[in-house]
Nanobody, 123 residues
């Protein structure tokens, strides 16, 4: 059974950093692209970053450019989202999702999702 589990969320002050992890089980991450999405209260779930099988990434959110990076460690079957210079507007539940073939910013294109991890940026 394909399963994704996010971790690493929490409360952080503005300007701080967090690293989220997305651990996969039941399948080999090598063959999938992984997207990170976020959903703030009252807003739609939006695509943030996606990492290809090659390790290159696509940024879908102008608001995180230069601050967030995505990486993967296939040996650990894990994808990471490094978030620096966090702002209050980054507060959201962050989800990782898997799909075959190509990256997409559309949540409907991803069939496998984790349960999400809460990130709160506040002083």
């Amino acid at each position: 059974q394909l399963q994704l589990v996010e971790s690493g969320g929490g409360l952080v002050q503005p300007g701080g950093s967090l690293r989220l992890s997305c651990a996969a089980s039941g399948f080999t991450l090598d063959y999938y692209v992984i997207g990170w999405f976020r959903q703030a209260p009252g807003k739609e779930r939006e695509g943030v970053l996606c990492i290809k099988r090659s390790g290159s990434s696509i940024n879908y959110s102008d608001s995180v450019k230069g601050r967030f990076t995505i990486s993967r460690d296939n040996a650990k079957n894990t994808v990471y989202l490094q978030m620096n210079s966090l702002k209050p507007e980054d507060t959201a539940v962050y989800y990782c999702a898997a799909r075959a073939l190509v990256c997409s910013a559309e949540k409907g294109d991803f069939g496998s999702w984790g349960q999400g991890t809460q990130v709160t940026v506040s002083s």
